[in-house]
T-cell receptor, first 114, second 117 residues
């Protein structure tokens, strides 16, 4: 496919469990972003990857959240010991990397913590 | 810190009527501004962007936006709304790489558009 692909599209899990969310960016895009969309907080930046540089983790809400990007392509966002306030839609975006290149978003993963 | 304000949470317009969605931003340098649209269950689609140059920018689906530095605004307009335009619209400002963090986007809270037939 030509767009950003995220999986799963929906995830329901119990409080305290760990979850992994996957993002497959557009081929050739060197920049990858994770955002969170929740009712209380709106759309928030979480983390940013650019090429081989150290990621910008300034938006991660707690140390339970982490992300990695393997081989400069696929990224995984991991949430450990999930809490109910983690329930949200997690959106991934990718771009060509230069500041003036627009970000292309996936359809998101809807995460529900019971 | 950068911020975006969308003062209208909900807007209802009749099909065929004109539309203007308001956006005000706060940013310490030249802003990089975007409008995105989100349909239910889907991600964000870019409508248009402003980086520099002509302050009136054209986007997809017949939308346009005007950057007004003096008013710190970037309002979205469409001359004639179609029923398929019903969706949520987000204004965003990008860091533009100035902070070294790529183009992190700060979003407004969104405006939900309803179109009456």
């Amino acid at each position: 496919g030509a767009g950003v692909s995220q999986s799963p599209s929906n995830k329901v899990t119990e409080k305290g469990k760990d979850v992994e969310l996957r993002c497959d960016p557009i081929s050739g895009h060197t920049a990858l972003y994770w955002y969170r969309q929740s009712l209380g907080q709106g759309l928030e930046f979480l983390i940013y990857f650019q090429g081989n540089s150290a990621p910008d983790k300034s938006g991660l809400p707690s140390d339970r959240f982490s992300a990695e990007r393997t081989g400069g392509s696929v990224s995984t966002l991991t949430i450990q010991r999930t809490q109910q306030e983690d329930s949200a839609v997690y959106l991934c975006a990718s771009s060509l990397g230069q500041y003036n290149q627009p970000q292309h978003f996936g359809d998101g993963t809807r995460l529900s913590i019971l | 810190a950068q911020s975006v304000t969308q003062p209208d949470i909900h807007i209802t317009v009749s099909e065929g009527a004109s539309l203007e969605l308001r956006c005000n931003y706060s940013y310490g340098a030249t802003p990089y501004l975007f409008w995105y649209v989100q349909s239910p269950g889907q991600g964000l689609q870019l409508l248009l962007k402003y980086f520099s140059g002509d302050t009136l920018v054209q986007g997809i689906k017949g939308f346009e936006a005007e950057f007004k530095r003096s008013q710190s605004s970037f309002n979205l307009r469409k001359p004639s709304v179609h029923w398929s335009d019903a969706a949520e619209y987000f204004c965003a400002v990008g860091s533009g790489g100035i902070t070294g963090g790529g183009n992190k986007l700060t979003f407004g809270t969104g405006t939900q558009l309803k179109v009456e037939l």
